[in-house]
């Protein structure tokens, strides 16, 4: 039974770390019909903000506690920065494109993007464990877990009820949706569309950036971080459905089950089991568990 316990735990915050760093592209795609790859770039650079200004913080004796507020502080500044400039000056010149060329030019903007930050960051690894350890731990019967980990138990459930709350129960919620239905019907009654793109690709980024943000204290912030968690992320959304909010919750679930049984029972298979179920899944559901209906245009 312990043995149990222990696959669910490690199961269920590994997907909460996935959910966090997934549902920003399943957003992002939901809305603006976009494959994003710069999403795990922008993971990159929330970790490598973070890893920056909180090292700074703790350095200079400010108070430890205060350090997270300073990751979720550094997601937010590296998303205000870049992704206002990445949408507004490039991407909404290419919505009318085929979206496999909007495909290969966020791939080419990831790759900018990872060299930018080899130039800013250098390639050396940084390390900010201190707010990792700082909350104590946890004990569920002989094992003992970091407290941090339910931080990002949190931040999930906090994105994913938050998100749920903002596209069903708010004005601005029933707008977004009628964007994401009929973007051209809803400017020509008078929706601002390429307002709503511009805030949707800036939350979507932000949470890939918060998401790398509270990772960089559990990791060694390294060059080539974004490129692992943009293929999770991808995996995780493709089992759950492009643009579904509760696919990729349980894309999440399902994927962070998977790798903790892997782990546990059968680790050199890790990998393969991910892309497996994500395989399994789309031999009998193409479009995802949560596939969202597209309307025929004629």
């Given at each position: 039974?312990?043995h149990i316990a222990a696959v669910l735990v490690d199961g269920i915050i590994y997907s909460a770390w996935l959910f966090i760093a997934a549902v920003g592209?399943?957003?992002?795609?939901?809305?603006?019909?976009?494959?994003?790859?710069?999403?795990?770039?922008?993971?990159?650079?929330?970790?490598?903000?973070?890893?920056?200004?909180?090292?700074?913080?703790?350095?200079?004796?400010?108070?430890?506690?205060?350090?997270?507020?300073?990751?979720?502080?550094?997601?937010?500044?590296?998303?205000?920065?870049?992704?206002?400039?990445?949408?507004?000056?490039?991407?909404?010149?290419?919505?009318?494109?085929?979206?496999?060329?909007?495909?290969?030019?966020?791939?080419?903007?990831?790759?900018?993007?990872?060299?930018?930050?080899?130039?800013?960051?250098?390639?050396?690894?940084?390390?900010?464990?201190?707010?990792?350890?700082?909350?104590?731990?946890?004990?569920?019967?002989?094992?003992?877990?970091?407290?941090?980990?339910?931080?990002?138990?949190?931040?999930?459930?906090?994105?994913?009820?938050?998100?749920?709350?903002?596209?069903?129960?708010?004005?601005?919620?029933?707008?977004?949706?009628?964007?994401?239905?009929?973007?051209?019907?809803?400017?020509?009654?008078?929706?601002?569309?390429?307002?709503?793109?511009?805030?949707?690709?800036?939350?979507?980024?932000?949470?890939?950036?918060?998401?790398?943000?509270?990772?960089?204290?559990?990791?060694?912030?390294?060059?080539?971080?974004?490129?692992?968690?943009?293929?999770?992320?991808?995996?995780?959304?493709?089992?759950?459905?492009?643009?579904?909010?509760?696919?990729?919750?349980?894309?999440?679930?399902?994927?962070?089950?998977?790798?903790?049984?892997?782990?546990?029972?059968?680790?050199?298979?890790?990998?393969?089991?991910?892309?497996?179920?994500?395989?399994?899944?789309?031999?009998?559901?193409?479009?995802?568990?949560?596939?969202?209906?597209?309307?025929?245009?004629?």
């Open positions: 039974m312990e592209m399943t957003l992002i795609y939901g809305v603006m019909k976009i494959v994003n790859i710069t999403h795990g770039s922008f993971y990159a650079l929330g970790a490598y903000a973070a890893a920056s200004l909180t090292g700074a913080w703790l350095a200079h004796g400010y108070p430890p506690m205060l350090s997270y507020a300073v990751l979720l502080a550094a997601a937010v500044v590296v998303t205000l920065v870049f992704a206002p400039l990445i949408e507004r000056g490039l991407l909404r010149f290419m919505y009318a494109k085929d979206e496999v060329v909007i495909l290969l030019i966020t791939y080419a903007l990831f790759l900018i993007l990872e060299d930018t930050i080899k130039l800013v960051w250098g390639v050396d690894p940084y390390f900010i464990a201190e707010p990792y350890g700082l909350l104590g731990s946890f004990d569920i019967g002989s094992l003992s877990y970091p407290t941090y980990n339910l931080i990002l138990v949190g931040l999930a459930l906090a994105s994913g009820i938050g998100l749920a709350w903002l596209l069903n129960r708010t004005r601005t919620g029933k707008l977004l949706r009628a964007v994401i239905h009929d973007p051209q019907v809803s400017s020509a009654m008078g929706v601002n569309v390429d307002r709503f793109y511009l805030v949707t690709f800036t939350c979507g980024s932000m949470l890939a950036a918060v998401g790398g943000a509270f990772t960089a204290p559990t990791v060694s912030v390294v060059p080539g971080l974004g490129v692992e968690v943009v293929v999770l992320s991808f995996a995780v959304v493709v089992i759950g459905g492009l643009g579904s909010l509760p696919g990729a919750a349980l894309g999440a679930v399902i994927v962070g089950l998977v790798r903790s049984i892997s782990i546990h029972y059968m680790p050199q298979v890790e990998l393969f089991v991910i892309y497996f179920v994500m395989a399994l899944v789309l031999a009998f559901r193409p479009r995802g568990l949560f596939s969202l209906a597209e309307a025929r245009k004629i």
